[in-house]
């Protein structure tokens, strides 16, 4: 994050075409972020990692940020702490058992749905997961519309064998939540634990509270629920920007 800079360092483009920003927020201030918890049974060996990367973000959050926590596994997404402000871990993550299958997309959906009714402006989704969805009554596009419809970002920690073990085949988990951090303006930690993990949820925490924050009225007029690509950029030499990559235009109905 790069302090000081103002409305007229930065430029929109929707489908490479200009917008005229309308409004720019750059003061530090309190987001709202929903903890997911992979407990399906490939975690079975994994499962004090994803409770330690769960601690370890709580520790990171300052006066004013909430939390609620998932865990999704077997055919269901359950609740563990609903937003809440005061950052203690709950006792049922730590006696979290591991079951079956991995529901993901419903688990994304629904911590989406549940951000997309907070008061907080920054918000964000924290996956702590192993592998692919296999079981979800939603679809991915499905999850990453509903995360973009919320404004938020997800960011991701790689829990696969390659990344703990240092073996085992690439697995297409991880590219497909690498590929919605991306999509989404968040990041993506191939890292399993430790010092590297607690530097990198503490650099999250910075960047969620401190962001440049611009809003834009779209030119283009169509309500056709298609895909729009969106940069921005910053006029300062070697300076990169990381945001959303673009969202959905809403659908006419009738």
């Known amino acids: 994050y790069i302090n000081g800079l103002k409305e007229k360092d930065f430029s929109i483009f929707e489908d490479k075409k200009p917008q005229q920003i309308i409004d720019f927020i750059s003061a530090e201030r309190p987001f709202s972020v929903a903890i997911l918890l992979d407990t399906s049974l490939s975690m079975e060996n994994k499962l004090t990692l994803a409770r330690a990367a769960c601690a370890k973000f709580v520790e990171e959050l300052r006066e004013g940020d909430t939390f609620a926590i998932y865990s999704f596994g077997g055919f269901k997404v ?44 920054r918000r964000a989704i924290m996956v702590v997961s192993d592998g692919a969805d296999t079981r979800s009554k939603a679809t991915l596009d499905q999850a990453l519309r509903k995360t973009l419809d919320a404004q938020a970002s997800i960011y991701a920690v790689d829990l696969t064998n390659a990344t703990v073990y240092g073996s085992g085949p690439k697995e297409i988990g991880a590219d497909v939540l690498k590929d919605m951090a991306a999509k989404t303006g968040g990041r993506f930690f191939r890292t399993a634990g430790g010092g590297k993990l607690r530097d990198a949820f503490t650099s999250t925490v910075e960047e969620l509270r401190q962001q440049y924050t611009m809003t834009y009225e779209s030119t283009n007029e169509r309500y056709d629920g298609k895909w729009r690509a969106v940069e921005v950029r910053v006029s300062k030499p070697l300076l990169g920007v990381r945001t959303r990559q673009g969202y959905y235009a809403r659908k006419q109905k009738g």
């Open 78 to 121: 359950k609740t563990h702490q609903d937003f809440t402000d005061i950052h203690d871990v709950p006792d049922s993550v730590w006696d979290m058992k591991v079951e079956g299958e991995t529901p993901l997309y419903d688990a994304i959906a629904k911590a989406a749905d549940a951000l997309a009714q907070r008061p907080e402006r």
